[in-house]
């Protein structure tokens, strides 16, 4: 089983040299990559020039930050997972938190976009977690069981390959505030999940760095998910290199 780590760039850098210039350095500090899976999911615009660039290249796979469940018509400013997977990508996020906050994409909203993603051979990313104030009042379980259980409707009575979905546990409190969740805290939710999602991957996120990135692995997820460090060559490469 390969450790799946995944490069969350969200809305950075600004310009297409900027991201070269990350992507390049990140690619040539990629040492320890055979039991790996690197994925790098940048801004839509960035995509096909990175594609386009390392058809050959074997270390790094690509993903969309998001996609729209339909596939063409007129769905304005959308990106449909059929487009994505044509460019060439192979996994998708979705419902990451920010988009669930800032954004208002609902549950029912990302089933659909689940449902369409799985239905373009494409592997999503399914992004889960509770907010600070959800875990202070111990909802921690309640809330990720809740966003399971309605993320997956859409799939529910599907032939689809459901193994090919990804679950990410991003508590919400600890993405992009350098305060990680303790493995063994994340581990009891690692294990909630696992009861009900006996063959998927489950990854962590939520402010990883190269000296905490091990302790995750060590406890049992499958990979990572990595915003802010993985804008970093250095940090990323860290990161993947460990073995
Ligand atoms: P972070 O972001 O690593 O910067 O905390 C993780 C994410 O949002 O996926």
């Not at 950075?12 to 039991?35: C, D, Q, S």
């Not at 096909?48 to 769905?75: M, P, S």
Request: glycine residues 8%; hydrophobic residues 40%.
């Amino acid at each position: 089983m390969k450790t799946l780590i995944v490069g969350n760039w969200k809305m950075n850098p600004e310009n297409l040299v900027k991201a070269k210039e990350i992507f390049n350095l990140i690619n040539k500090k990629i040492k320890n990559f055979r039991n790996k899976e690197i994925i790098i999911c940048p801004p839509f615009v960035y995509l096909t020039e990175f594609l386009g660039k390392i058809k050959n290249n074997k270390k790094i796979k690509f993903g969309g930050q998001d996609c729209f469940w339909e596939n063409l018509g007129a769905f304005t400013g959308e990106i449909s997972p059929t487009m994505l997977k044509n460019l060439g990508c192979d996994y998708i996020i979705l419902g990451h938190s920010e988009r669930r906050q800032i954004l208002k994409e609902t549950d029912e909203m990302i089933s659909k976009k689940i449902k369409a993603v799985l239905e373009a051979k494409l592997k999503p990313i399914l992004c889960v977690g509770e907010t600070e104030k959800e875990r202070t009042e111990g909802k921690t379980f309640e809330v990720i069981k809740n966003q399971i259980q309605e993320d997956l409707k859409e799939i529910e009575n599907c032939k689809l390959k459901i193994e090919n979905l990804i679950i990410a546990y991003e508590p919400i409190w600890a993405i992009g505030t350098g305060r990680a969740c303790q493995a063994s805290e994340a581990k009891e939710v690692l294990l909630f999940l696992r009861k009900e999602l006996k063959k998927n991957y489950i990854l962590y996120g939520g402010s990883v760095n190269s000296q905490n990135a091990k302790d995750y692995l060590k406890t049992g997820f499958n990979g990572l998910l990595i915003g802010g460090a993985s804008l970093k060559p250095d940090e990323f490469a860290k990161i993947i290199n460990f073995n």
